[in-house]
Each structure stands twice: as C-alpha cells, then as structure tokens.
C-alpha cells in the first residue's frame, strides 16, 4: 500500500528550476523524518536530502547543497523539494521517504521504511 504520493516533476531547461510535493497520510510528518532520493537510470537510488521530525534540522547531499532546499510542513502532512540552478547530472526519477517516529535526518535508506512511487525529473541542456 502506497503511503507517501510525490508530484510537481517535468521537464525542465538547465538552469531551470521545480518544486516538489510530497503527501503523507494519516498525519505521519507530524512524528516522523522526511528524505528525498533519486535514481537515475541503471544507478542505484542516492540520498539527496533529509530533514527531522521536528523540521529544525537538515541534511544535504555535497552534489545538491546550496540549490535544494528541503522543508516539511507538519501540519498539512506535506514535505517539498525545492530544485534550483538544474543540471542535466540531476535527471533522475526523485523518491519521497518517510522514516520512523522521533527520527533525526538521516541519509541513510535504511532508515527509511516508507516510499512513495516517485516523480520523474529531466534536466534538458
């Protein structure tokens, strides 16, 4: 059963920039960390971001730092990714994960039981 659902991917000119949404069910971000992944074709699936439950904390991938951002909204049960300055390398298809209740942010996958089917992001140059 699918818990987490991910949207706002597409197509998207180098330089460009997206936001993703995830949705979380049963008010699950309101205890538990939140990460985002991608996988490119033939790779394995790689940390990108993560943040805490408490949405204080935060925690990059050196190859996003500085043009992701992160956040997580409690209350509505929804976390985002903000994508900025794009490059191609960053074409992947990006995987929404929740971790387990208290949990800190974490780039470890397993630490994260809870995904949704991901959303398709291609950087065009």
């Known amino acids: 059963q699918v818990q987490l659902v991910e949207s706002g991917g597409g197509r998207v000119q180098a330089g460009g920039s997206l936001k993703l949404s995830c949705a979380g069910l049963d008010n699950m971000f309101s205890t538990e960390p939140v990460a985002w992944f991608r996988q490119a074709p033939e790779k394995e699936r790689n940390f990108i971001a993560s943040i805490n439950w408490l949405a204080t904390s935060t925690l990059y991938a050196d190859s996003v730092t500085g043009r992701f951002t992160i956040s997580k909204d409690n209350g509505k049960n929804m976390a985002y990714l903000q994508l900025t300055d794009l490059e191609s390398e960053d074409t992947a298809v990006y995987f929404c994960?929740?971790?387990?209740?208290?949990?800190?942010?974490?780039?470890?996958?397993?630490?994260?039981?809870?995904w949704g089917k991901g959303t398709q992001v291609i950087v065009s140059s």
């Open positions: 994960a929740a971790g387990r209740p208290w949990g800190q942010a974490s780039q470890d996958i397993r630490d994260y039981p809870t």
